[in-house]
C-alpha cells in the first residue's frame, strides 16, 4: 500500500478566510492538536507577511516534536531568507516556494514571460536549498497551466534541487479526470520526478476539491494538501477529514494514512470554536447531521442495523453514537427507541397511546425533546392506567 502524507494547512490558507484569524496561543494550541490527530506536514505560517506570522511559525517550529513545519513563500529572495530563520527552530523544516505558472498568472497578475517564469522557479528552489533540504515547489494555478509548459516548469525545479511538487487547482476549476490526467503527464513527462513527492492542493470553488484530490492520488500523487473543515479562501480548501476517510473506507486497499481518525470530531469542533467559523450541520464526516436521522424508514433501518443508513461507524470519527431525531416524519420504532434511552419500555398499549399524542406534538415543533417525552409519558400513564 502507498503511504499519502497529509499536509495540514488550516493555520496558513485556513487563516486566510475573513474573520477566521488566529491568536498566537490559538495557533499554538491548534498546531499540537493536529500533531497528535497524526498530520505529517503543518503549514504554520507565511513568515514575511508580518511578524506575528514569523513568531508564529518560530514558536510552532519549536514546540512540534514530529510533524514537518512549512512556511510558505514567494518565489523571493527575501522571503525565502525570512521563512529560513523562521523555520530555524523546527527539527523537520520545509520552505514552501513558488509563483503562478497558467497564462492568467503570467500575463495579467506577474506580468512576465513564461521563460521568466521558469527562471524565477529555478532561482527560488537553488537558494530555498541553500538554507534547507526539504524544498517544496508550488506551481500557482496549475489547474488552469496547460499541460506541456506546467512539465517544463516542474522539470525545471526538479533539476534544481525540489523535494516536493506541490499541483495546486488554485481556482477550484478542474474536473477530477483532468486532475488526474494532469498528474500522470508529469508521472509520464518529467525525468527524476519519480524520486519527488507530487502534492496536489485543491480549491472548492466548484465543491470537488476533495474528488480533484482523490483524483490526484489515483493517478501518482502522495501528498494531500487539505483542512479542518474544509476552510480556505472562498469556498475553501479540501477536506481534511473527508479526504482520510474516503482513504479509510474505500481506497484501503490501495492507501493509509496516520491519521488517528477518532480525533476528527473533537479537533473540528476546536478548529471551529478558535476560529468563530461554524461548521454546517451536513457537512460530511464532522457535520451535525452527519449521523442523525429524523425519517422514519431511516430510523427503522438503522435501529435494526446502523450500516443499512451509514456507512462509517460515529465512534471511528469521535462522535458516540448515531442519532435518532423525533421528528412528524418518524415512526413508531424511533418513538419506542428514544423512550427506551430515557429508561421507559413501552408496551405495543402504551406506544399507541403515545404515538398519537407525539404527532400532534411533533406537528407544532421541529423536534420533539426529552422533555416532550417525559410529558407524553405523564399523560399516557394516566391514559392507561
Known amino acids: 500500500m502507498t503511504h499519502i502524507d497529509i499536509f495540514d494547512t488550516t493555520l496558513r490558507d485556513g487563516e486566510q478566510v475573513p474573520g477566521c484569524k488566529l491568536d498566537s496561543d490559538q495557533k499554538f494550541r491548534l498546531a499540537k492538536r493536529l500533531e497528535e490527530l497524526g498530520v505529517n506536514i503543518i503549514e504554520a505560517g507565511f513568515p514575511i507577511s508580518s511578524p506575528g506570522d514569523f513568531a508564529a511559525v518560530q514558536e510552532i517550529g519549536r514546540i512540534i516534536k514530529h510533524a514537518t513545519v512549512c512556511g510558505l513563500s514567494r518565489a523571493v529572495k527575501e522571503d525565502i531568507k525570512v521563512a529560513a530563520e523562521a523555520l530555524s527552530t523546527a527539527r523537520r523544516p520545509r520552505i514552501h516556494t513558488g509563483l503562478g505558472t497558467s497564462d492568467s498568472h503570467i500575463v495579467d497578475k506577474l506580468r512576465t514571460t513564461r521563460e521568466k517564469v521558469i527562471e524565477r522557479a529555478i532561482g527560488a528552489v537553488s537558494y530555498a536549498k541553500s538554507f534547507v533540504e526539504d524544498v517544496e515547489f508550488y506551481a500557482e494555478d496549475a489547474g488552469r497551466t496547460d499541460n506541456e509548459f506546467l512539465a517544463k516548469v516542474i522539470q525545471a525545479v526538479v533539476n534544481a534541487g525540489a523535494t516536493v511538487l506541490n499541483i495546486p487547482d488554485t481556482t477550484g476549476y478542474c474536473l477530477p479526470e483532468e486532475m488526474g490526467a494532469k498528474i500522470r503527464f508529469l508521472k509520464e513527462h518529467v525525468k527524476g520526478i519519480d524520486k519527488c513527492t507530487i502534492s496536489v492542493h485543491c480549491h472548492n470553488d466548484l465543491g470537488l476539491a476533495t474528488a480533484n484530490s482523490i483524483a490526484g492520488i489515483q493517478n501518482g500523487a502522495t501528498q494531500i494538501e487539505c483542512t479542518m473543515n474544509g476552510i480556505g479562501e472562498r469556498a475553501g480548501n479540501c477536506s481534511l477529514?473527508?479526504?482520510?476517510?474516503?482513504?479509510?473506507?474505500?481506497?484501503?486497499?490501495?492507501?493509509?494514512?496516520?491519521?488517528?481518525?477518532?480525533?476528527?470530531?473533537?479537533?473540528?469542533?476546536?478548529?471551529?470554536?478558535?476560529?468563530?467559523?461554524?461548521?454546517?450541520?451536513?457537512?460530511?464526516?464532522?457535520?451535525?447531521?452527519?449521523?442523525?436521522?429524523?425519517?422514519?424508514?431511516?430510523?427503522?433501518?438503522?435501529?435494526?442495523?446502523?450500516?443499512?443508513?451509514?456507512?462509517?461507524?460515529?465512534?471511528?470519527?469521535?462522535?458516540?453514537?448515531?442519532?435518532?431525531v423525533l421528528t412528524a416524519r418518524s415512526g413508531r420504532a424511533a418513538l419506542a427507541y428514544r423512550f427506551k434511552e430515557l429508561g421507559i419500555n413501552l408496551t405495543k398499549r402504551e406506544l399507541d397511546a403515545a404515538y398519537k399524542i407525539f404527532l400532534e406534538i411533533a406537528d407544532s415543533k421541529k423536534a420533539v425533546e426529552d422533555e416532550d417525552l417525559n410529558v407524553i409519558w405523564k399523560n399516557i400513564e394516566v391514559a392507561v392506567a
Open 241 to 324: 477529514e473527508e479526504v482520510v476517510m474516503i482513504i479509510k473506507h474505500r481506497l484501503n486497499q490501495e492507501f493509509y494514512t496516520d491519521v488517528n481518525s477518532r480525533l476528527l470530531n473533537p479537533i473540528s469542533r476546536e478548529v471551529s470554536a478558535e476560529m468563530g467559523m461554524a461548521v454546517q450541520a451536513n457537512k460530511a464526516i464532522v457535520g451535525e447531521n452527519a449521523f442523525a436521522h429524523s425519517s422514519g424508514i431511516h430510523q427503522d433501518g438503522v435501529i435494526k442495523a446502523r450500516d443499512t443508513y451509514e456507512i462509517i461507524d460515529p465512534q471511528e470519527v469521535g462522535v458516540d453514537k448515531s442519532m435518532i
